[in-house]
């Protein structure tokens, strides 16, 4: 079958367009009971983009287009509103479904989206804030279409260049708030182009791909979503992963690349042996990232579905995926794999002494090494600082913190490479907490648990766990004469913020630890808790 990844259209929405000229019968997605062919799915992409374009404000003077918000579950409508979206010449904005009113209100706010296609849930949750939110103008339950008679003929959409913003990604990174990602079309398709230099191929036009991550993150979006849209495949929306559910729909639809998270491989490989064995038989590549993924966990999976996990690395700013075990076939327990072709990886010291590069490691120590594990033989410990076509152009709306004048990023993780020039993550130099793959600052979840009138002082760090790779761990001061149960503090957050964000535990101090300066000293809790342990995870949003 033709791939639509030889199309040279610079947008996600027209390789999409060409699947459907190449074989529009075939399934382009699978959704329940339901099955839509590439030529469905390209006349409602087709007509939500003409509806959005015909109430979409004008770009702003900087020539930036409107943004579109998207808030919903993995289903065809997200499908057709992101691509909608981009097909339109406008700009996506992912956002989780299940956030709260105030943590909505950021993203629309900040982004100054116009329009709104969301659950009803998140509506009306947004109806309640909707006078903090001057520059949206429009909110739809279901995509917007407008159709036009085939006689009259219609519009062309708008061509849109490379480096034209395609989406905003929120992440809360290292710091602060959650900031927009702004990530242009050139960097979507070259994430793909990188991947699809892997020998043997990852993905192709005879693929299914399960769909069960959430497609507001960009792992779910851009790694498995875009990945189907890209090769013309087909793909498998499922909203329960889950080994009962979940592995009924792999075998019944044959799946044929699963793109998970440790939790998912993690209750397939204790699911029952036969049901894990029908799903299995059509299956040739299993990839995992988001979170943490235990090498035990990984080998448990290997002996129950006879199938390798690969692993890999990557960030919300980098679409996402910058390092992978498949790049050289071998499924290295621990290993965050090696640099995508065309992906240039730097390993970096505390005082910028470059320790490796691209496979190649350099013959002086860093005097100054971040000792933050035992390294394998090869190299010192180093910040990953990345280069390539993949990269954001910074946070939005003016592109600070983006990549430098030659094109290098600074991650802020630190790994080392072994001896076989295989990278192992260690550690993050700030302290981002990873559930289930989504981003947890800790200062977010201190500041909500600061308006309870019980606290007088919290400090949050991120645990082991063995199902979501980390959890968020609050330790908490009462506040002079009042009583506050745990129990109490969970509500509350329940109500402040997003599942995910939500802690898991609460521990009662009557200090905490502090520098000179009255900075907590977190170490000092994060020693006390768990000793610390390496990482193979894709860092990132919502």
Known sequence: MQDAASSPAPNLADRAHRAALAHGDRPALHWRDRTITWSELDDRISAVARALASTAPT???????????????????????????????LVAVPANPG??????????????????????RVADLVATVAGELPALTAVHTSPPEAHTDPAAGAAPFPARAGDDLAVLLYTSGTEGRPKGAMLPHRALLANHDQVDRIDPPVVGPDDTVLLALPLFHAYGLNSALGAVIHHGATGLLVEDPGPDAGLAEIARHRASVLVGVPSMVLAWSTTDADALAAAMASVRVVVCGAAPLEPAAAARFAEAAGRPVHVGYGLTETAPVLTS??????????????????????????????????????????PDELDLSDAAPGTDPGQI????????????????????AEGWWATGDVAYADEDGDLFLVDRLGELILVNGFNVYPHEVELALGTHPAVAESAVLGVPHPRTGETVRAYVVRAPGRSVTAEDLLAHCARNLARFKCPTGVEFVDALPHSVIGKVRKTQLRSAATPPTPRTEVPDVQ
């Open 59 to 89: 770009p702003s003077p900087a020539g930036v287009p409107a943004r579109v918000a998207i808030a919903l579950p993995n289903t065809p409508d997200f499908v057709v509103s992101y691509l909608g979206v981009l097909r339109a010449g």
């Open 99 to 120: 956030f709260t009113a105030p943590e909505l209100r950021h993203v629309l706010a900040d982004s100054g989206a116009s329009v709104l296609i969301a659950t009803r």
């Open 325 to 366: 075990t498949l790049v050289n076939g071998a499924a290295k327990a621990g290993s965050i794999g090696r640099p995508l072709p065309g992906v240039e990886l730097r390993l970096v010291g505390a005082d910028g002494t470059q320790l490796w590069r691209d496979g190649a490691a350099e013959p002086d120590d860093d």
């Open 385 to 404: 600082v990345v280069r390539g076509a993949n990269l954001f152009r910074g946070y939005w709306p003016d592109g600070r913190g983006g990549p430098d």
